[in-house]
């Protein structure tokens, strides 16, 4: 079954601290991965995709497919991160996107 | 990057009515948008696609008599939840991907709160 898993709902750090948060997944073939954020009052937006192999806003993604894992790091974390996140590999039809439940990201000065 | 709004952003009504809800692309056309319902502290789930000129493709578990989805135009998408019930008090949002780039980059709406009485 495709199932993703974002094990901590609520994760909290002192600015500056490393942060990373989790994300595996069990999905057939090869998905394709997403981290989407959400701050406050705001629309959920793309924050990363693993094809891009990008750095946005200091976060960085590595696909892992040995430990289907995409968890989502970042060496210093500002409060500005504070936000919910959510990991979005593709859905069986391939375009539409299963999100994981979330984790919550508190950073706290 | 895309602007996408969703109009009512919020509605009350009665139990037994029916509601509907705009998606609308303001800047980019789409003959694919998606539909999102948001229980309170859940995740997303992914209820349809809708599609320009088709019948909309559902998720398994969601009634298509009960959430009617018309994509009529290249710019709009709309959802009725028809004969509302409590248990449809949700956060619906759309979704619709960028042209020209990956599928699955999506922008979305700001989400339609849905109370029924």
């Known amino acids: 079954a495709q199932r993703v898993t974002q094990p901590e709902k609520l994760l909290s750090v002192f600015k500056g601290a490393p942060v990373e948060l989790k994300c595996n997944y069990s999905?057939?073939?090869?998905?394709?991965l997403f981290w989407y954020v959400q701050y406050s009052r705001q629309r959920l937006q793309l924050l990363l995709r693993?094809?891009s192999r990008e750095s946005i806003k200091g976060f960085t993604a590595d696909l892992n497919k040995g430990e289907t894992s995409f968890h989502l790091k970042k060496p210093f974390a500002q409060e500005e991160d504070s936000a919910m996140y959510y990991c979005a590999p593709t859905s069986n039809s391939g375009y539409a996107l299963n999100f994981g439940k979330g984790t919550s990201l508190l950073v706290t000065p | 990057g895309a602007v996408v709004s969703q109009h009512p952003s919020w509605v009350i009504c009665k139990s037994g009515t029916s509601v509907k809800i705009e998606c609308r692309s303001l800047d980019f056309q789409a003959t694919t948008m998606f539909w999102y319902r948001q229980f309170p502290k859940q995740s997303l789930m992914l209820m349809a696609t809708?599609?320009?000129?088709?019948?909309?493709?559902?998720e398994q578990g969601v009634e298509k008599d009960k959430f009617l989805i018309n994509h009529a135009s290249l710019t709009l998408s709309t959802l009725t939840v028809t004969s509302a019930h409590p248990e449809d008090s949700s956060f619906y949002i759309c979704?619709?991907?960028?042209?020209?780039?990956?599928?699955?980059?999506?922008?979305f709406g700001p989400g339609t709160r849905l109370t029924v009485l």
């Open positions: 809708s599609n320009e000129g088709s019948k909309a493709t559902y």
């Open positions: 999905y057939s073939g090869s998905p394709e």
């Open positions: 693993h094809i």
């Open positions: 979704s619709l991907p960028l042209a020209g780039r990956s599928y699955n980059e999506q922008f």
